[in-house]
């Protein structure tokens, strides 16, 4: 029984692994350098609980390759990001004299978040990220633009009549 429970968490953690590979990917192979907003840390909507995360994986993959993340998430705290990340905020602008690989730093909102991202990346399910204003967004992002919904939650037809180019969890490799 313990075996199977293994191939469990070794399958959840491919397919995390297989997020940050994808956004990589169509991100021309490479987000050194690059902004991408993540609009949500917690594990689930309507709490700061981030045990057991997504988030953390994904946003430390992208960190790796050297990413510079823009974080929102309505509940939890700037400092808890950086506990679960193990890598300190960059406060001030956005990005420059980065140390190590990526960077990342707390945003306010979500259009605070999308200033001059190349990329919105949704991963968690909150009520406030179904509704968003893709036009108000996507004219403050860098462009080509991406969404990749983790979660599949956005209005990824209101996101596309917006100019970005979208990836939705399920419907394929984008």
């Known amino acids: 029984m313990a075996a199977y429970w293994q191939q469990v968490v070794a399958l ?25 907003a993540v609009l949500g840390f917690a594990f689930k909507p309507d709490t700061n609980d981030t045990r057991e995360t997504p988030a953390i994986r994904i946003c430390r993959d992208l960190l790796e390759e050297g990413a510079q993340l823009a974080i929102f998430d309505p509940k939890v705290s700037a400092e ?26 707390p945003a306010a909102d979500p259009l605070a978040a999308a200033q001059g991202a190349d990329a919105v990346l949704l991963l968690t399910e909150w009520q406030q990220f179904r509704q968003l204003d893709w036009p108000a967004l996507a004219a403050v992002m860098r462009q080509p633009a991406w969404l990749f919904d983790a979660r599949a939650v956005a209005d990824a037809a209101a996101a596309s009549a917006a100019g970005l180019r979208v990836w939705v969890v399920g419907e394929g490799e984008g």
């Open 12 to 36: 959840n953690t491919l397919q995390l692994h297989r997020i940050s590979a994808l956004v990589v990917r169509q991100l021309f192979g490479t987000v050194t350098g690059k902004r991408i």
């Open 80 to 105: 808890q990001i950086a506990a679960d990340l193990g890598v300190e905020a960059l406060l001030g602008s956005g990005g420059e004299g980065m140390q190590g690989d990526g960077v990342w730093q």
